[in-house]
């Protein structure tokens, strides 16, 4: 079955280069309008020309494809309401919103300033809340609307110097957790996508021969599964050099300790059991994972 996306909007955030502009790309071959937003800045968020972005709304046009530049920075909740509008005023929808612009500041934590942490924390948490709650209204009001978060694996399982970018990609999760709930029944779909690509983010991080194979568009086909008709919610998906795979967070079986007064001791001697990651689950929400304790303490719902 192929992936049609004719008649779609779709935004996509930081698509001024890297994986972005694969992103765009992708789309527009698959029959999308796109929106490339991108500030143009450097790799640290400092300066700044829509001139990548106009390079890419280029390629685009030669693919035979509609598409428009616009330099807002994802940090003005002002600017991305701004592009949002001038989206519907030209093609009367927002169907599909990449959150992908992103920057990096990487320090051990014992030298990253205070400024370097919440300016991360800034374009990619507040960047993919800013633009998702600009379109959120647009999606509902539709019946229809497919987001992607941008996550790391440096989030989901942590790099040494990223404390800044690793909290706010994990944050991405945690927004995505609550707003695939809150969406689900207006047909709007939310998912992560946690990319491993040779752009100037990894220069001189990798050896070239696997930066050859660490292509920003052999991620982009995750990326597009996560936007179309049926696409699934509420899932994470890792894409690296033409690899798959979905991240879950898990839930252990664990064990009833009480509230007794050693309930500490018994939950220190029955470490091994609750870790235990035989029959793993992963709850609906968090609701129904508190309901899991409620029910190992006997309670029974009225
Ligand atoms: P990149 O640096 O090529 O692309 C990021 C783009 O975001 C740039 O074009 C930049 O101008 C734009 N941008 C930065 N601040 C902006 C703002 N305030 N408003 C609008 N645009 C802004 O890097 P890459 O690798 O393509 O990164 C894309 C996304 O993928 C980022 O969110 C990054 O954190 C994420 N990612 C990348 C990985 C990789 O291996 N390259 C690994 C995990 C996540």
Not at 275 to 293: H, Y
Request: proline content about 3%; overall charge negative; aromatic content about 4%.
């Amino acid at each position: 079955m192929s992936i049609d996306l004719t008649g779609k909007v779709a935004i996509v955030t930081g698509a001024g280069g890297g994986l972005g502009r694969a992103h765009a790309l992708l789309l527009g071959k698959r029959g999308a309008k796109v929106v490339v937003n991108d500030l143009g800045a450097n790799v640290d968020g400092s300066g700044g020309s829509i001139s990548a972005a106009a390079q890419v709304v280029a390629e685009l046009k030669d693919m035979g494809c509609d598409a428009f530049a616009n330099g807002a920075s994802v940090t003005e909740f002002d600017q991305v309401e701004a592009m949002v509008a001038e989206t519907v005023d030209r093609w009367g929808r927002v169907d599909i919103l990449v959150n992908n612009a992103g920057i990096l500041r990487d320090k051990s934590f014992m030298k990253m300033s205070i400024d370097d942490f919440k300016t991360v924390v800034d374009v990619h948490l507040m960047g993919a809340v800013h633009c998702t709650k600009a379109v959120w209204p647009i999606m509902r009001e539709q019946n229809f609307g497919r987001i992607v978060m941008t996550t790391s694996s440096s989030g989901l399982y942590g790099n040494f110097g990223q404390a800044n970018y690793g909290a706010a990609k994990m944050a991405l999760v945690g927004l995505m957790q609550t707003l695939a709930l809150e969406g689900e029944r207006y047909n709007i779909r939310v998912n992560s996508l946690a990319p491993t690509a040779g752009t100037r983010m990894l220069e001189g991080l990798l050896p070239q021969e696997q930066l050859d194979l660490l292509t920003p568009e052999v991620v982009s086909p995750a990326m597009l599964a996560l936007v179309t008709d049926d696409a699934p919610t509420r899932t994470v998906l890792c894409a690296g050099a033409g690899g798959v795979e979905q991240a879950n967070i898990t839930l252990t079986k664990g064990i009833f300790i009480g509230a007794d007064d050693d309930a500490p001791e018994k939950l220190v001697a029955n470490m091994s059991e609750i870790s235990d990651r035989s029959n793993e689950i992963v709850p609906s929400s968090g609701a129904a994972q508190g309901a899991l304790e409620l029910k190992k303490a006997g309670y029974k719902p009225a």
